[in-house]
């Protein structure tokens, strides 16, 4: 089972959007609307920031948005701010019989 | 929500070890848990699952036959046996629960533990 393919990395300045892209396969991402984000500061636990590919768990800021188009997901972070500067991980369901989720390669994000 | 992770040490190739996880702040025997792994300077890797009552668990290739998931719902406790031990085994484990909707969402991690096979 291969990782979900993310670009490595990605730099915005601040006020600016950027959008970080996850490929799959018809049998994860393309095949499912169960696709999750996270995000993750170096030296910290990831934190889920999006599931059910667009919606936003309490407390996460409306900046970050999902969606999803074919076999491919994506992730908008709006006004981009300096503590967004992190790793972010995708995640969808696959079917296979013995994964039950995959993760995309990472992306780090860097605030110019 | 807390999980907090144990047993992460230094063990030689071919070695066995097995990490606890104690839950506290939710119901614990109520939902699916998971370990995920990151290996140092890389991504996060899925490493099982077990659902709530312990019927129904899930491993990766990468693992499977070697490691062995299970809970005790009476402790509020996840473990990880792991056996075989490889040095591309090293990594931070995390213990996470699991969301409780149709996909697999991790919505509470712990801080890991820290597991080194080296000789």
């Known amino acids: 089972q291969s990782a979900l393919t993310q670009p490595a990395s990605l730099s915005g300045s601040p006020g600016q959007s950027i959008t970080i892209s996850c490929t799959g396969t018809?049998?994860?991402?393309?095949?499912?609307?169960?696709v999750s984000w996270y995000q993750q500061h170096p030296g910290k636990a990831p934190k889920l920031m999006i599931y059910?590919?667009?919606d936003r768990p309490s407390g996460v800021s409306n900046r970050f948005s999902g969606s999803k188009s074919g076999n491919t997901a994506s992730l908008t972070i709006s006004g981009l701010q300096a503590e967004d500067e992190a790793d972010y991980y995708c995640s969808s369901y696959t079917r296979s019989t013995t994964h039950n989720c995959v993760f995309g390669s990472g992306t780090k994000v860097t605030v110019l | 929500v807390q999980l907090v992770e144990s047993g992460g040490v230094v063990v030689q190739p071919g070695g066995s070890l097995k990490l606890s996880c104690a839950a506290s702040g939710f119901t614990f025997g109520d939902y699916t848990m998971h370990w995920v792994r990151q290996a140092p300077g890389k991504g996060l890797e899925w490493v099982s699952l077990i659902t709530w009552n312990g019927g129904t668990t899930y491993y990766p290739d990468s693992v499977k036959g070697r490691f062995t998931i299970s809970r005790d719902n009476s402790k509020n406790s996840l473990f990880l046996q792991m056996n075989s031990l490889r040095t591309e085994d090293t990594a931070l484990y995390y213990c996470a629960k699991d969301m409780g909707y149709s996909g697999t969402y991790f919505d509470f991690w712990g801080q890991g533990t820290l597991v080194t096979v080296s000789s």
């Open positions: 059910d590919v667009s």
């Open positions: 018809s049998s994860d991402v393309g095949g499912y609307n169960y």
